[in-house]
Protein backbone atom coordinates (compact mmCIF):
# COMPACT_ATOMS: atom_id res chain seq x y z
CA UNK A 1 0.00 0.00 0.00
CA UNK A 2 1.17 3.63 -0.83
CA UNK A 3 1.83 5.72 2.08
CA UNK A 4 2.26 9.39 2.45
CA UNK A 5 3.22 10.54 5.59
CA UNK A 6 2.98 13.95 7.10
CA UNK A 7 5.58 15.39 10.02
CA UNK A 8 2.42 16.76 12.30
CA UNK A 9 -0.81 16.28 12.37
CA UNK A 10 -1.75 19.06 14.40
CA UNK A 11 1.21 22.51 14.41
CA UNK A 12 0.59 25.81 16.22
CA UNK A 13 2.84 28.65 15.37
CA UNK A 14 2.80 32.71 15.61
CA UNK A 15 2.91 35.31 13.48
CA UNK A 16 6.04 35.73 11.88
CA UNK A 17 7.74 31.91 13.01
CA UNK A 18 9.56 30.08 9.77
CA UNK A 19 7.33 27.08 9.67
CA UNK A 20 8.42 23.32 7.53
CA UNK A 21 5.83 21.18 6.88
CA UNK A 22 7.36 17.78 5.87
CA UNK A 23 5.93 15.05 3.63
CA UNK A 24 7.47 11.21 2.66
CA UNK A 25 6.14 8.75 0.20
CA UNK A 26 7.40 5.17 0.07
CA UNK A 27 6.26 4.31 -3.33
CA UNK A 28 8.52 6.01 -5.58
CA UNK A 29 6.58 8.43 -7.15
CA UNK A 30 7.53 11.25 -9.27
CA UNK A 31 4.66 13.42 -8.71
CA UNK A 32 4.41 15.33 -5.28
CA UNK A 33 1.71 18.14 -4.22
CA UNK A 34 0.79 20.68 -1.90
CA UNK A 35 -2.61 21.37 -0.93
CA UNK A 36 -4.99 23.73 1.17
CA UNK A 37 -8.10 23.17 2.28
CA UNK A 38 -10.50 25.57 3.61
CA UNK A 39 -14.15 25.31 4.23
CA UNK A 40 -16.28 26.43 0.63
CA UNK A 41 -13.08 26.79 -1.03
CA UNK A 42 -12.32 22.82 -1.36
CA UNK A 43 -8.52 21.82 -1.97
CA UNK A 44 -6.45 24.38 -3.68
CA UNK A 45 -2.74 23.45 -5.28
CA UNK A 46 0.21 25.69 -3.97
CA UNK A 47 2.89 23.78 -5.57
CA UNK A 48 3.66 20.77 -6.89
CA UNK A 49 6.97 18.76 -7.69
CA UNK A 50 7.63 16.11 -11.03
CA UNK A 51 10.77 15.42 -10.06
CA UNK A 52 13.87 16.01 -7.52
CA UNK A 53 14.64 19.74 -7.45
CA UNK A 54 11.87 20.76 -9.54
CA UNK A 55 8.70 22.49 -8.72
CA UNK A 56 5.69 24.12 -10.39
CA UNK A 57 3.45 27.37 -8.84
CA UNK A 58 -0.01 26.05 -8.21
CA UNK A 59 -2.61 28.44 -7.86
CA UNK A 60 -1.35 29.72 -4.62
CA UNK A 61 2.07 30.19 -4.25
CA UNK A 62 2.25 33.58 -2.83
CA UNK A 63 3.52 33.24 1.03
CA UNK A 64 5.10 29.61 0.29
CA UNK A 65 8.12 28.06 -0.73
CA UNK A 66 9.14 24.59 -1.10
CA UNK A 67 11.89 22.01 -1.38
CA UNK A 68 12.50 18.87 -3.15
CA UNK A 69 16.38 17.42 -2.34
CA UNK A 70 15.41 13.59 -2.71
CA UNK A 71 12.28 12.13 -4.12
CA UNK A 72 10.68 10.78 -1.61
CA UNK A 73 10.40 14.10 0.20
CA UNK A 74 8.77 17.51 -0.51
CA UNK A 75 8.98 19.94 2.13
CA UNK A 76 6.56 22.98 2.49
CA UNK A 77 8.20 26.32 3.87
CA UNK A 78 5.82 29.64 5.20
CA UNK A 79 9.10 31.94 5.89
CA UNK A 80 6.88 34.26 7.66
CA UNK A 81 3.79 32.59 8.79
CA UNK A 82 0.82 34.88 9.03
CA UNK A 83 -2.53 34.04 10.66
CA UNK A 84 -4.34 34.16 7.16
CA UNK A 85 -2.43 30.32 6.66
CA UNK A 86 -4.17 29.02 9.22
CA UNK A 87 -5.83 26.00 7.55
CA UNK A 88 -5.20 22.28 6.46
CA UNK A 89 -2.31 21.07 4.75
CA UNK A 90 -2.51 18.21 2.78
CA UNK A 91 0.53 16.73 0.68
CA UNK A 92 -0.27 13.83 -1.85
CA UNK A 93 1.88 11.85 -4.44
CA UNK A 94 1.04 9.99 -7.48
CA UNK A 95 3.18 8.14 -10.41
CA UNK A 96 3.34 10.36 -13.40
CA UNK A 97 1.54 10.14 -16.37
CA UNK A 98 4.09 9.13 -19.08
CA UNK A 99 5.01 6.02 -16.85
CA UNK A 100 3.36 3.58 -19.16
CA UNK A 101 0.00 4.61 -19.27
CA UNK A 102 -1.66 6.16 -22.32
CA UNK A 103 -1.72 9.82 -23.78
CA UNK A 104 -3.39 11.92 -21.54
CA UNK A 105 -4.56 9.69 -18.78
CA UNK A 106 -4.07 9.94 -15.23
CA UNK A 107 -3.12 8.47 -12.34
CA UNK A 108 -4.57 8.78 -8.98
CA UNK A 109 -3.41 10.68 -6.11
CA UNK A 110 -2.41 9.51 -2.49
CA UNK A 111 -2.77 11.98 0.06
CA UNK A 112 -1.26 12.16 3.76
CA UNK A 113 -3.57 12.47 6.83
CA UNK A 114 -3.29 16.54 7.16
CA UNK A 115 -1.55 18.54 9.15
CA UNK A 116 -4.12 21.64 10.43
CA UNK A 117 -1.75 24.43 11.02
CA UNK A 118 -2.89 27.27 13.68
CA UNK A 119 -1.20 30.66 13.45
CA UNK A 120 -1.78 32.91 16.65
CA UNK B 1 -8.63 28.17 -10.51
CA UNK B 2 -11.37 26.29 -9.41
CA UNK B 3 -13.12 23.64 -11.39
CA UNK B 4 -15.65 21.42 -9.99
CA UNK B 5 -18.18 22.43 -8.31
CA UNK B 6 -20.40 19.70 -6.48
CA UNK B 7 -24.24 19.67 -5.97
CA UNK B 8 -25.58 19.45 -2.87
CA UNK B 9 -23.27 21.05 -0.45
CA UNK B 10 -24.83 18.91 1.94
CA UNK B 11 -26.87 16.00 1.80
CA UNK B 12 -28.28 13.64 4.85
CA UNK B 13 -29.68 10.29 3.99
CA UNK B 14 -30.80 7.00 6.15
CA UNK B 15 -29.28 4.08 6.09
CA UNK B 16 -30.07 1.71 3.20
CA UNK B 17 -30.73 4.72 0.73
CA UNK B 18 -29.01 5.95 -2.32
CA UNK B 19 -26.78 8.99 -2.28
CA UNK B 20 -26.48 11.31 -5.67
CA UNK B 21 -24.03 13.86 -5.65
CA UNK B 22 -23.43 15.89 -8.65
CA UNK B 23 -20.14 17.81 -10.01
CA UNK B 24 -19.92 20.40 -12.44
CA UNK B 25 -17.15 21.93 -14.70
CA UNK B 26 -16.10 24.54 -16.27
CA UNK B 27 -13.39 23.34 -19.23
CA UNK B 28 -12.74 20.47 -21.39
CA UNK B 29 -11.20 17.42 -19.66
CA UNK B 30 -9.40 14.24 -20.21
CA UNK B 31 -10.11 12.69 -16.82
CA UNK B 32 -12.64 13.27 -13.97
CA UNK B 33 -11.84 11.44 -10.77
CA UNK B 34 -14.11 10.80 -7.16
CA UNK B 35 -12.38 11.24 -3.75
CA UNK B 36 -13.74 10.32 -0.29
CA UNK B 37 -12.95 12.81 2.88
CA UNK B 38 -13.07 11.29 5.97
CA UNK B 39 -13.25 13.98 8.81
CA UNK B 40 -10.11 15.97 9.36
CA UNK B 41 -8.31 13.40 7.27
CA UNK B 42 -6.84 12.66 4.02
CA UNK B 43 -8.67 12.32 0.85
CA UNK B 44 -8.87 8.70 -0.57
CA UNK B 45 -9.25 8.63 -4.21
CA UNK B 46 -12.78 6.16 -5.16
CA UNK B 47 -13.00 5.70 -8.55
CA UNK B 48 -11.59 7.66 -11.88
CA UNK B 49 -13.68 7.94 -15.36
CA UNK B 50 -12.05 8.95 -18.75
CA UNK B 51 -14.19 11.75 -21.30
CA UNK B 52 -14.61 9.22 -23.72
CA UNK B 53 -16.86 6.73 -21.21
CA UNK B 54 -20.07 7.33 -20.04
CA UNK B 55 -20.67 5.12 -17.09
CA UNK B 56 -18.34 3.02 -14.84
CA UNK B 57 -18.92 1.26 -11.83
CA UNK B 58 -17.07 0.08 -8.66
CA UNK B 59 -18.99 -2.37 -5.91
CA UNK B 60 -21.72 0.12 -4.68
CA UNK B 61 -20.39 3.14 -6.68
CA UNK B 62 -21.62 4.06 -10.29
CA UNK B 63 -20.35 7.61 -11.74
CA UNK B 64 -21.47 8.92 -15.14
CA UNK B 65 -19.67 11.30 -17.18
CA UNK B 66 -21.82 13.58 -19.74
CA UNK B 67 -19.03 15.68 -21.57
CA UNK B 68 -21.74 17.43 -23.51
CA UNK B 69 -23.23 19.52 -20.20
CA UNK B 70 -19.56 19.15 -18.60
CA UNK B 71 -21.20 17.20 -15.61
CA UNK B 72 -20.84 13.86 -13.62
CA UNK B 73 -22.65 12.14 -10.64
CA UNK B 74 -21.66 9.84 -8.46
CA UNK B 75 -24.09 7.24 -7.18
CA UNK B 76 -24.03 5.17 -3.78
CA UNK B 77 -26.18 2.83 -3.56
CA UNK B 78 -27.25 1.03 0.02
CA UNK B 79 -25.91 3.61 1.72
CA UNK B 80 -24.07 2.67 5.38
CA UNK B 81 -23.17 4.87 7.91
CA UNK B 82 -19.22 4.32 7.05
CA UNK B 83 -19.86 6.58 4.10
CA UNK B 84 -20.63 9.56 6.04
CA UNK B 85 -17.46 11.42 4.73
CA UNK B 86 -16.95 14.24 2.43
CA UNK B 87 -16.81 13.47 -1.60
CA UNK B 88 -14.88 15.65 -4.00
CA UNK B 89 -15.15 15.29 -7.70
CA UNK B 90 -11.21 16.58 -9.73
CA UNK B 91 -10.48 17.11 -13.00
CA UNK B 92 -7.40 17.59 -14.70
CA UNK B 93 -5.82 20.31 -16.66
CA UNK B 94 -6.25 20.11 -20.43
CA UNK B 95 -2.45 19.66 -21.02
CA UNK B 96 -1.17 18.13 -18.30
CA UNK B 97 -3.12 15.56 -16.91
CA UNK B 98 -0.58 15.49 -13.64
CA UNK B 99 -2.66 18.20 -12.06
CA UNK B 100 -5.81 17.78 -10.22
CA UNK B 101 -8.41 20.86 -9.66
CA UNK B 102 -10.86 19.42 -6.85
CA UNK B 103 -14.28 20.78 -6.40
CA UNK B 104 -16.10 22.20 -3.22
CA UNK B 105 -17.17 18.88 -2.65
CA UNK B 106 -20.59 17.30 -1.04
CA UNK B 107 -20.99 16.44 2.61
CA UNK B 108 -23.17 13.34 3.19
CA UNK B 109 -24.27 12.05 6.77
CA UNK B 110 -25.79 8.63 6.67
CA UNK B 111 -27.99 8.00 9.93
CA UNK B 112 -28.14 4.40 10.85
Known amino acids: DVKVTQSSRYLVKRTGEKVFLECVQD?????MFWYRQDPGLGLRLIYF???????EKGDIPEGYSVSREKKERFSLILESASTNQTSMYLC???????????????????FGPGTRLTVT | SQQGEEDPQALSIQEGENATMNCSYKTSINNLQWYRQNSGRGLVHLILIRSNEREKHSGRLRVTLDTSKKSSSLLITASRAADTASYFC????????????FGTGTRLQVFP
Open chain 1, 49 to 55: SYDVKMK
Open chain 1, 92 to 110: ASSLVTWRGLPRLSSYEQY
Open chain 2, 90 to 101: ATDETYNTDKLI
Open chain 1, 27 to 31: MDHEN
